[in-house]
């Protein structure tokens, strides 16, 4: 099944590239509390729910439900793995689709094991397929920094062999810029045409991020996290550090003639207002001319 989609060394016009940060992703995890932080952000913003496997793929369906009543966009992680088979696939699909939500993410999964017939995200999104149930907008994993357990020429290959089935692509939490650019260009090297969206650190703290992920059991980022502690500290304090990537990252998209990111993909470990206000916040030179970011709505 062939899937619309634009070339990643064209996603966006030049001048809306300039603006990515005006129109930023947040990633949040199904815990209490969330709503009232994503409450305070713009209607229609987008905002991505993980699958943990402590909390369930229910919990998940469950929460872009309510963002759905908040007027926001939201977007499911949808975790291969933890799937118990066809019959729970459709209960979820269908209660995504009642709720309006026209956008997936689709992971393996962060469990060793699989519950059911779906080892990994590429055969969900088969089945998904096959139902004829695959969404206007699919987006599937992609890894800058490399994955534990995966060799980068299988990941290659698993990314262009998703591309048929989904829309764009959103990289693992990375905090090195170098690493991203390596891996722009080498995606355009290796043919891959999706739009790229690149996961970038919110306004959150190493010990935030290792007790939230404590919490939930978050999986490859956390694990990066807690591996290279000295670095992701050296990053995330003083604030100028995660100035510094989004700054890099809205710079590579203002490029033209490369492969140049469609857009950036906040990782804020339920930080989500701090996280609008530092994005909102930053010099207007550096959101181009995409206009400024919206402010979050509500009290900051």
């Known amino acids: 099944m062939k899937r619309r989609r634009e ?31 994503t409450g305070a952000l713009p209607e ?21 439900e309510k963002l759905a009543a908040q007027h926001l966009r939201p977007v499911p992680h949808l975790a291969a793995r933890q799937l118990t088979g066809r019959g729970e696939l459709i209960d979820v699909l269908d209660r995504l689709a009642g709720a309006g939500v026209a956008d997936v993410f689709v992971v393996g999964g ?43 020429a299988t990941l290659w290959a698993s990314l262009r062999s998703k591309q048929d089935l989904a829309t764009y692509t959103v990289t693992q939490l990375c905090f090195d810029l170098t690493a991203i650019r390596t891996f722009l260009r080498r995606a355009g090297e290796e043919g891959v045409t999706l739009p790229i969206v690149i996961g970038v650190p919110g306004a959150v703290d190493v010990a935030t991020l290792a007790k939230v992920g404590a919490r939930i059991g978050v999986g490859d980022s956390l694990r990066f996290v807690t591996s290279h502690r000295s670095l992701v500290g050296r990053l995330l304090r003083p604030r100028r550090g995660r100035d510094a990537v989004l700054r890099g990252v809205a710079d590579l998209a203002a490029r033209s003639g490369e492969t140049t990111p469609s857009g950036v993909h906040c990782y804020t470990f339920n930080k989500v207002r701090a996280t609008a206000r530092m994005v909102a916040e930053l010099p207007a030179a550096t959101r181009g001319t995409g206009g400024p970011a919206r402010e979050p709505r509500g009290e900051r």
């Not at 990643?8 to 709503?35: D, M, Q, T, W, Y």
């Not at 969900?124 to 699919?138: H, I, K, N, T």
């Open 7 to 37: 070339s990643g060394k064209a996603a966006v016009p030049a001048a809306a590239r300039a603006g990515i940060l005006a129109r930023p992703r947040f990633e949040v995890l199904p815990l209490s509390g969330v709503l009232e932080e």
């Open 110 to 152: 962060d469990t060793d094991e699989s519950a059911g017939p779906y080892p990994d995200g590429e055969s969900l999104l088969r089945e998904m397929a096959d139902l004829g149930r695959l969404p206007a907008e699919v987006g599937v994993p992609s890894y800058p920094e490399g994955h534990p357990s995966i060799d980068d």
């Open 44 to 64: 229609q913003t987008v905002v991505t729910v993980t699958a943990s496997p402590r909390c369930g793929t229910g919990a998940t369906v469950e929460l872009c």
